[in-house]
Structure formats: structure tokens, C-alpha cells
């Protein structure tokens, strides 16, 4: 019965575990709005994280602004050193690499990576590629080349793949220099930031071309540096924003974040060089080369990520720190199946322990909870694990099954109350029902079952059972019903204006409680009772008047009141169900009602509300009677009202 009660709450359930596994293992190609909003989230944490320093093995030499600006103040002056020529602008002439790359190599760097492809023959001449090959021969076992993947069009229009390698590599000196990928893959709105390995093993491999690997991979393998964990499928783990080139004036020891960046204009410059705060850091470094520049010199610059636009360079130097350190991230689960009966199996957990206690708050601290522990813990996990799990589908699950809970038992609130109130204002002055549902919880708790002392009062109507059957048998039904539900009005009002609680009409008999919902004290209400009975005695008195001047037979009854405790609260089941009351204390009114025909008493009462009225009432005892069902007991009536 409690799974019937609750279907609506286990549908919820299970179309928001099917929803969520669903959208977890959508494709990207068909649900990009929604993976757009998970990558988006992600970035967020990365932001929170905030910027870390990187592997101090790696450092950036860029070819930047700073460095042209030098170039074209060299070209102004009268003598200009050799290395200085055409380093105003871009491109270079090879040889000003083979310049670079001479101080770099005397400061110990183990390799050196110029991500510049250069294909063709040299702009500058022949001489120029003579110098660059001269300058590189020495220490090719220390380098690495810049290759591309690049799509073109034949006449016809159709697309080709063609690997654009650097002209230097068909030199015979340079038979042992190492070539990698400069290619990136800028992810497409939704998809994370993969690894250039990926590029490299996915893309290129199948189509018949020369096995390269990426530029990161590619140099440390040249290095001599084992990788932490396999790049293809990683996602990038960046480092921060765009770092700043540490100038002359700076200090290597004290970097924030990201990777030692130089500027090409302090390496090239042998005075310079010398006497920089960064050379020795250079020492058993892997450090990369290539242009930086405002305007969009640098290929593939202003990439996104979640600390702003990035340069190409910066890229491949946080492709290689994550290759190095083993800190590149992964998703997991990895298939889209799996993903799905991941993210399924965790919403539906986390619902079903909400499910598991009916209350509201219980139902919407444990989702919302639920919810905030999965975002610490997919943060934990890119923290320390390097793991991204899907950080947005269950929250979002969770939080639309707590709206649904929510709304789902403000419907029954509403319900509840709209029915608490109508029985209310069939059972008490319809003014007392506001304040009595201003604090919805007392009643609840109330309706779920509480001890109170009240006043219980019982008045039935004497040989009105012998009336109905002859008024039956001379047709006067419909005079019979009037006069009932006249009695029935006009004993209701009397109980109202002694703020009374009309519990139930039992056929021709009335049940009212002193003391429910709240209590004034138990004697107060005692006294209540003692005057609602005096009352309801003299409003039959002037019902009598009226029907004998109609034609119509009087009516006598009896009144019985009993005072204790009385176990309160819903009564009659979910349909048909109300606030009532029963024990010991409502039998014993019922009995001293029915003792009122074999007394000739027209209202009697127990001791204990004897003792509550006080004086003031004209009560006098009636001595120890005896009660069926209870035994004998001393009872009372009121001496000149009797």
C-alpha cells in the first residue's frame, strides 16, 4: 500500500534516472547545447582551482613583440650585429634560429623545439638554409622540428591531406634529426581540448602518412623522458593564463604559475644572455620555440580556455608539462554506454535514499546535499586524480527531483489543507479556522496523534428512535428530517459560542470537545462544557415553544460530560477521515448521557469535571452509579437545573 500511496514519487524517480542516463550518454553531435553547459561548468572548477605552476623542466622561448620592437631598433643604428639581421620582422631568416639555438644549447637545455615549420627553401636564399643546417647539425640529437598536417584543394575542388615537413630534413647532415606535429585541435563547441597526440594517432596514421607523433611527445622521447600516461583521449589540464616573459630585471624563483617564459630578444643578445637571472634554469630543460606575437602571428593563437584565450605556443608547452607530469586529464567513464549507466545508477541511489523517509526535509536535504557533494567531488577528483567525471547531468537530476518532491508535496499540502479547512469550518466557528491553520505544523502533528485534556460532551435526543418509526409509519417523514436538522443547526451554534469543537453528529446524538484544537485550561473548558450543556438545554426549551405553536411534538435529551485525557488526532481514514478524539474519557460521556433517562437527569457529569467547574454551578453529587462497561462511579448534576 505504501509503494501504491507513493507511485507518483517512484515515477519521478525512475523517468528522472532514465532522463539523466540519456543525456549522459548523448552524443555530442546531438545533444551539443548540453555538453556546451557541461564544458562550461568544468571551466568554472578549473577557474576555482585557479592558475598552478608547471614542471620548472619546461620552459618557452617566444619569438613576441618585444622582440621585433629590438629587431627594428638594431636596423636603425649604424653597425648592427650579425644576429640582429632581419629579427625586426617576421618571418625570420633561418640562420637567426641557428643563433637562437646556440646559447640555448651552451646553457645546457637537453632539448630544444622550434615550433616553426620550415618548408620550402628559405626566402632569404640558399645561404640562409646553408647556415641553418650548419647551425643545427651539431646538436640534432637535441632537437626537435615542427611538422604539419595540412588540408588543401586540388583544381577539381577536393580535399587532401598532405604533411608539410621542413626542407632541412632532406639535408644528409641532418640524418638523426627528430620531427613531431605542431598540429592542435581546437575542440568544437561542447567538446573538451584534447591532447595534440590525439591529432597525431587519430587523424593522421589512418591516412597513410608518415607515423609522427605530436610535438610534446616527440620531445620527450628525444629527451629521454618517460611518459606518465598515454595523451591519446587526454584532455588538456592547463596551467593559467598567458605568462609573461620574465625580463632582465625579474626573478626565475618566485613564479606564480604556468612555465619559465623568456623573451627571444634576451637569449639571442650574447651581453644579455650572460647575464640573465634565467639562464641556469635552462639546464637539463626541454624548451620550446616559436612565435608570439599581438595580431595573430603566432599559428593557431588565441585558442580558448577556461583562463582566457591562449597562444599555440602555451598549448603545446601544456601538452608537454601534462605528457611529463602525468597530470593531463581524462574522462571517466570513457564510452558514452558507460557513462550512461553511470550517471543512471547514481541518480537513481541518490533518489532512492530521499525516498527513503517521507518527509519533505529529509527528501530535499539529501538531494540538495547530494547535489553539492557530486560538484566537491568532481573538483576532488580533477584535483588530485586528474579525472573528470560527468559534473553536470546528476546535480541538474538531483535538483529537478527535489523541485518535483517539492512540488509534489505542496500539491498534498495544498490538498491537505484545503480539506483541514473545510472540516474545520464544519466543526468549529468558521472565524477560528484561519488562526487555528496559521501554524500548519501544530495541526499536522496534531492529526498524527496527541494526548489532551479536554471536556467531552455527549447529547442524544430521549426516545427519538420510537418518534422516527412512528412518523415513518404516518408518511410525516419529511416533518421529522426539518426538525432533526433544526435541533442539529441550533445545537451546533450553541456549541460554537462556547468554543466548543463539534467533533460529530451520531445520528440524532452530538459529540462535542472542549480543549481541541487548543486549549484555554482544563478548568476553563470544563466550564465551558457546563455551559454549553445549560445553554443547549435552553435552546430546545424555545424549539419546544416554536414547534407547539407549529403543531409539531416537542423533543426532550439527555447530556452527558466527562473530563480526562482523550487520545486526539486523525481518525476515519484518508477519505472519510477528521480530527476526533477517543479513550476512556469519551466512553465515560456516553455512558453518563445514557444514565440521564434511569435519573430523570437532563445533564450529568463525573467527578473530575466536577472538580474543574468549581463553584459557581449549583452541582450536587447523585452518588456512586454504575456505568456499563467502566463500573461505579460518583456522579453529579446541577441541583437547580437538573
Not at 239 to 245: H, L, Q, T
Not at 343 to 350: A, D, Q, R
Request: with cysteine; charged share 20%.
Amino acid at each position: 500500500m505504501r509503494i501504491l500511496r507513493n507511485a507518483p514519487v517512484l515515477l519521478v524517480a525512475g523517468v528522472l534516472t532514465l532522463a539523466s542516463a540519456l543525456l549522459a550518454s548523448c552524443p555530442a553531435s546531438l545533444c551539443r547545447p548540453w555538453w556546451a553547459l557541461e564544458r562550461n561548468l568544468e571551466g568554472q572548477l578549473v577557474r576555482i582551482r585557479g592558475p598552478r605552476l608547471a614542471s620548472p623542466e619546461i620552459v618557452q622561448v617566444v619569438i613576441d613583440d618585444a622582440t621585433l620592437a629590438e629587431g627594428l631598433w638594431f636596423e636603425q643604428q649604424e653597425q648592427m650585429p650579425s644576429w640582429a639581421v632581419g629579427m625586426g620582422n617576421l618571418p625570420w631568416p633561418r640562420a637567426r634560429y641557428g643563433d637562437l639555438l646556440e646559447p640555448l644549447m651552451a646553457a645546457g637545455a637537453d632539448v630544444v623545439v622550434l615550433n616553426v615549420v620550415f618548408a620550402g627553401e628559405s626566402v632569404f636564399g640558399p645561404a640562409d638554409d646553408k647556415a641553418f643546417i650548419a647551425a643545427l647539425e651539431p646538436h640534432q640529437q637535441h632537437l626537435v622540428l615542427a611538422a604539419e598536417m595540412v588540408e588543401a584543394e586540388d583544381q577539381l575542388g577536393a580535399g587532401a591531406i598532405s604533411l608539410l615537413r621542413p626542407a632541412v630534413v632532406d639535408a644528409a647532415e641532418l640524418d638523426r634529426l627528430s620531427l613531431g606535429l605542431s598540429n592542435l585541435f581546437p575542440p568544437e563547441h561542447g567538446a573538451r581540448f584534447l591532447q595534440p597526440e590525439f591529432y597525431a594517432t587519430t587523424l593522421e596514421q589512418p591516412l597513410g602518412h608518415e607515423a609522427l607523433h605530436s610535438l610534446p611527445v616527440a620531445a620527450l622521447e628525444q629527451a629521454g623522458r618517460s611518459l606518465e600516461l598515454d595523451l591519446d583521449g587526454q584532455t588538456l589540464n592547463f596551467y593559467g593564463p598567458e605568462p609573461e616573459p620574465i625580463g632582465m630585471d625579474g626573478s626565475c624563483s618566485t613564479l606564480d604559475y604556468g612555465f619559465l617564459r623568456l623573451s627571444a630578444k634576451n637569449v639571442i643578445n650574447p651581453r644579455q644572455w650572460a647575464v640573465h637571472p634565467c639562464r641556469e634554469r635552462l639546464d637539463g630543460a626541454v624548451v620550446l620555440v616559436g612565435v608570439v606575437v599581438s595580431g595573430g602571428g603566432s599559428a593557431l593563437s588565441d585558442l580558448p580556455s577556461p583562463f582566457g584565450d591562449l597562444s599555440g605556443m602555451e598549448l603545446l608547452a601544456t601538452s608537454t608539462g601534462n605528457a611529463l607530469t602525468g597530470d593531463g586529464l581524462r574522462a571517466w567513464p570513457q564510452s558514452l554506454p558507460q557513462r550512461g549507466v553511470f550517471v543512471g545508477f547514481v541518480v537513481l541511489l541518490t533518489l532512492l535514499l530521499a525516498f527513503y523517509r517521507t518527509d519533505l526535509g529529509w527528501r530535499l536535504g539529501v538531494l540538495f546535499a547530494c547535489a553539492g557533494l557530486w560538484f566537491v567531488l568532481g573538483y576532488a577528483l580533477m584535483q588530485h586524480r586528474h579525472v573528470w567525471i560527468p559534473v553536470l547531468t546528476p546535480p541538474v537530476a538531483l535538483v529537478v527531483g527535489a523541485l518535483l518532491y517539492g512540488g509534489e508535496a505542496y500539491r498534498r499540502m495544498s490538498i491537505k489543507r484545503r480539506l483541514t479547512r473545510r472540516w474545520l469550518e464544519r466543526c468549529v466557528d468558521p472565524s477560528v479556522v484561519g488562526p487555528m491553520l496559521s501554524n500548519p505544523s501544530d495541526m499536522e502533528a496534531l492529526f498524527d496523534g496527541q494526548l489532551k485534556s479536554v471536556s467531552v460532551l455527549f447529547a442524544d435526543l430521549q426516545g427519538f428512535t420510537a418518534l422516527t418509526r412512528q412518523r415513518s409509519e404516518q408518511g410525516r417523514v419529511r416533518v421529522h428530517l426539518e426538525q432533526l436538522n433544526h435541533y442539529l443547526d441550533e445545537m451546533r451554534s450553541v456549541v460554537w459560542d462556547h468554543h466548543g469543537f463539534l467533533d460529530k453528529f451520531i445520528g440524532d446524538a452530538v459529540m462535542a470537545v472542549f480543549g481541541l484544537p487548543d486549549s484555554r485550561g482544563e478548568s476553563a473548558e470544563a466550564q465551558s462544557a457546563i455551559c454549553c450543556a445549560m445553554a443547549m438545554r435552553e435552546r430546545l426549551v424555545h424549539l419546544n415553544r416554536l414547534w407547539q405553536a407549529e403543531g409539531v411534538e416537542p423533543l426532550m435529551n439527555g447530556i452527558g460530560i466527562a473530563s480526562g485525557i482523550v487520545l486526539a488526532g486523525g481518525i476515519g481514514g484518508r477519505k472519510l477521515g477528521g480530527l476526533s478524539v477517543i479513550g476512556d474519557t469519551v466512553n465515560r460521556a456516553s455512558r453518563l448521557e445514557g444514565l440521564t433517562r434511569s435519573l430523570d437527569q437532563s445533564i450529568l457529569f463525573d467527578q473530575c469535571t466536577s472538580e474543574l467547574a468549581g463553584e459557581g454551578f449549583g452541582i450536587r453529587s447523585m452518588g456512586m452509579q454504575e456505568l456499563k462497561g467502566i463500573g461505579r462511579l460518583e456522579v453529579y448534576s446541577l441541583s437547580d437545573r437538573g
